[in-house]
């Protein structure tokens, strides 16, 4: 093994990954700005070893690939577009604790389409579990049409799936973060609530409908409908504002239009919210 052409292809990989704005992603305060790359590493990866990459978390939703090799029939493509892989083939890949490598077409682990055997009888697939320390956080898949993975090629697909772990660990934090704080944002704006604001607030948010998140009403007609003075709604929708649970404008004649910013909020104005 050269150690130079394993260099050589970690430092295009990072390169064709941007792995600059990765470092800017988890530095960044506000890391909404900056996409999640991995749709550039599944890009990078795949251009690299001349591969098909596939990348699924834990629960089998796809999280990126890159299709070097124009394979698949319209139902894995229709896999892929829905970014969901079936249970059976995620709990076959659940099994698989350590990187396989060059799993033959024939194998019910292979990421070809059966219905390609015939066409593509020399395509090999190799699996690598995508860890953090002992957790399992999805699937690394690399499909070749033909040619075995060579040693400088695993080693380069290992320090990638080090690099995906991270990225997905990260993501479940910052969205683990975000619940919380959504949380903590709700039961705030419930307890500045009087009574008779919780009312009108329900009422609100049952017009409104549930999974609905922005409408235009009018203050006066929720008001009369749930038998509570129109202050008392608007006053309601003021302590929301200043909560940041939504966001609220006059549209004049037309009523008032509502943008909720925290969905969480509806559990905790129904009782039903998970502390």
């Known amino acids: 093994m050269s150690n130079q052409a394993f260099l050589d292809k970690i430092k295009e990989l990072n390169k064709q990954a941007n792995i600059k704005e990765w470092a ?13 790359p991995l749709k550039s590493i599944s890009f990078a990866l795949g ?7 596939y990348v699924i978390n834990a629960e089998g939703t796809l999280l990126g690939y890159y299709e070097r090799h124009r394979v698949n029939t319209q139902r894995v493509r229709n896999l892929i577009e829905n970014k969901s892989f079936p249970y059976n083939y995620i709990h076959r890949l659940a099994n698989v604790q350590t990187t396989v490598k060059d799993v033959k077409i024939d194998d019910n682990l292979t990421i070809f389409p059966v219905e390609k055997r015939a066409n593509y009888p020399e395509a090999l697939t190799t ?8 957790d399992r956080l999805g699937t690394l898949l690399v499909g070749r049409v033909q040619g075995e993975i060579t040693e400088v090629d ?3 697909i290992e320090h990638a799936a080090s690099m995906i772990a991270i990225e997905i660990a990260l993501e479940y934090g910052k969205i ?15 307890s500045t609530l009087s009574i008779t604001e919780v009312k009108a607030l329900r009422g609100v948010f049952n017009h409104m409908g549930e999974g609905t998140m922005e409408m235009i009403l009018t203050t006066s007609e929720i008001a009369d409908k749930i038998g509570v003075t129109r202050s ?8 929301l504002v200043s909560a940041s ?9 037309r009523g008032t239009y509502i943008k909720v910013l925290n969905p969480l909020f509806t559990k905790a104005l129904f009782g ?3 502390q």
Request: net charge negative.
């Open 232 to 239: 008392i709604v608007v006053n309601g929708l003021r302590k």
């Open 272 to 274: 039903n919210m998970e």
């Open 47 to 53: 251009k690299l070893l001349d591969a098909n990459i």
């Open 24 to 36: 800017k992603y988890i530095l960044s305060n506000d890391s909404k700005e900056i996409d999640f």
């Open 176 to 190: 683990e973060v975000e619940i919380e704080k959504q949380i903590a944002g709700a039961n705030l704006a419930m």
């Open 127 to 134: 699996i690598v579990p995508i860890k953090l320390s002992d």
């Open 154 to 156: 695993h080693l380069v």
């Open 245 to 253: 649970v939504i966001e609220q404008r006059s549209m004049g004649m």
